[in-house]
């Protein structure tokens, strides 16, 4: 990871809510300082049912306005937003590859720059970067850091 950054905890999802939370996490980390999304982690938990994917795609209205007046959790309502939409895209990866864990090893055979190009085209909020902690995070392989955009 970059220097002057502290790093986060690498961890292999579970299961699909797992990928789902650190999809998340990967999304609010952008343009934030790591240490206040870890602090208020245990609120995001929370305010997304653990990230349940099923309970998260389908969030509506009323969970948007929950979220937002939710002093807990960075209240961007784009990033809620994406977070809603990234649990319908998960959902809709598993059921067609039997699992999102499944869908990424669809994706073996692809360089790199493809992986992140499929996987920001994809998702919402998900840049080049975002894709980059994702990976890295969930224990996919990564280019090293320095690398990763070229």
């Not at 950054?5 to 999304?27: F, S």
């Not at 099923?54 to 948007?64: C, G, P």
């Not at 055979?109 to 994702?134: C, E, I, M, N, W």
């Amino acid at each position: 990871m970059q220097a002057g950054h502290e790093i986060p905890q690498q961890a292999k999802p579970q299961n699909d809510d797992g990928y789902l939370e650190e999809m998340t996490r990967a999304v609010f980390q952008a343009g934030f300082s790591w240490s206040v999304i870890r602090d208020k982690w245990p609120n995001f938990q929370q305010a997304f049912h653990g990230f349940s994917v099923d309970r998260v795609a389908d969030y509506n209205d009323d969970d948007l306005e929950r979220l937002l007046s939710d002093s807990g959790i960075v209240r961007n309502g784009r990033k809620v937003v994406a977070t809603m939409v990234n649990a319908r895209t998960i959902q809709g990866l598993a059921q067609e590859h039997g699992s999102f864990h499944d869908y990424l090893r669809s994706l073996d055979g692809l360089t790199y720059d493809q992986k992140r190009k499929a996987l920001t085209r994809q998702f919402s909020h998900l840049g080049p970067t975002g894709v980059f902690v994702f990976l890295w995070r969930v224990d996919e392989p990564v280019p090293e850091w320095e690398e990763r955009n070229r």
